[in-house]
């Protein structure tokens, strides 16, 4: 298996501009992650998928921030308008089954906005 | 507010001798620990876990201890080497929030060979 695979890697973009990341879990798990990693904060979860749909999405910073799943292949999470702030890496990860499950994690898309 | 942390930055180990990674949390329903390594440019990978009902875990030279009632966990590296050197973070989940782990800030380890 490929694994979790996101893209792109590195995106700069100018504030105010939109931003969408993409991510393919790895085939057969039922749970799909977005999280954001900062200095600050570590890696703090934004959102979670549970068979494409979102169980929660309280760790999303606002409104400006949207996900999607529409199958189980496939997530999209979209930054609409971007701003400096939103600079971070931002990580995918699945995993199979609900309990004690540890995720794959994605390489990550180092997010620039300027 | 953050409910796992890890209150060092940074750590700086001689290679051969032992490092130790700390981590407290503060949510008493958390049952279940992850250790994650994190080299640049790639994404964290799983290290090590230890669930509620053990206080020790041990895997080769990685040994997560929890410590239930101080709401700690460390992990031990002994002996260390450079390939060691990434970063740590420690992750937390309790049975009643599903599959969510909460993860820390991380810490930064270098082995100096």
């Known amino acids: 298996d490929a694994g979790v695979i996101q893209s792109p890697r590195h995106e700069v973009t100018e504030m105010g501009q939109e931003v969408t990341l993409r991510c393919k879990p790895i085939?057969?798990?039922?749970?799909l992650f977005w999280y954001r990693q900062t200095m600050m904060r570590g890696l703090e979860l934004l959102i979670y998928?549970?068979?494409?749909?979102?169980?929660?999405d309280s760790g999303m910073p606002e409104d400006r921030f949207s996900a999607k799943m529409p199958n189980a292949s496939f997530s999209t999470l979209k930054i609409q308008p971007s701003e400096p702030r939103d600079s971070a890496v931002y990580f995918c990860?699945?995993?199979?089954?609900?309990?004690?499950?540890?995720?794959?994690f994605g390489s990550g898309t180092r997010l620039t906005v300027v | 507010d953050q409910q796992v942390k890890q209150n060092s930055p940074s750590l700086s180990v001689q290679e051969g001798r032992i490092s130790i990674l700390n981590c407290d949390y503060t949510?008493?329903?958390?049952?279940?620990f992850l250790w994650y390594k994190k080299y640049p440019a790639e994404g964290p990978t799983f290290l090590i876990s230890?669930?509620?009902?053990?206080d020790k875990n041990e895997d080769g030279r990685f040994t997560v201890f929890l410590n239930k009632s101080a709401k700690h966990l460390s992990l031990h590296i002994v002996p260390s080497q450079p390939g060691d050197s990434a970063v740590y973070f420690c992750?937390?989940?309790?049975?009643?929030?599903?599959?969510?782990?909460?993860f820390g800030t991380g810490t930064s380890l270098t082995v100096i060979p």
């Open positions: 230890i669930s509620s009902i053990k």
């Open positions: 085939s057969g798990h039922d749970y």
């Open positions: 998928f549970n068979n494409n749909v979102p169980i929660d």
């Open positions: 990860a699945s995993s199979l089954g609900r309990g004690w499950k540890r995720y794959t």
């Open positions: 992750a937390a989940s309790a049975a009643n929030t599903g599959n969510q782990f909460y």
């Open positions: 949510n008493s329903m958390f049952d279940y």
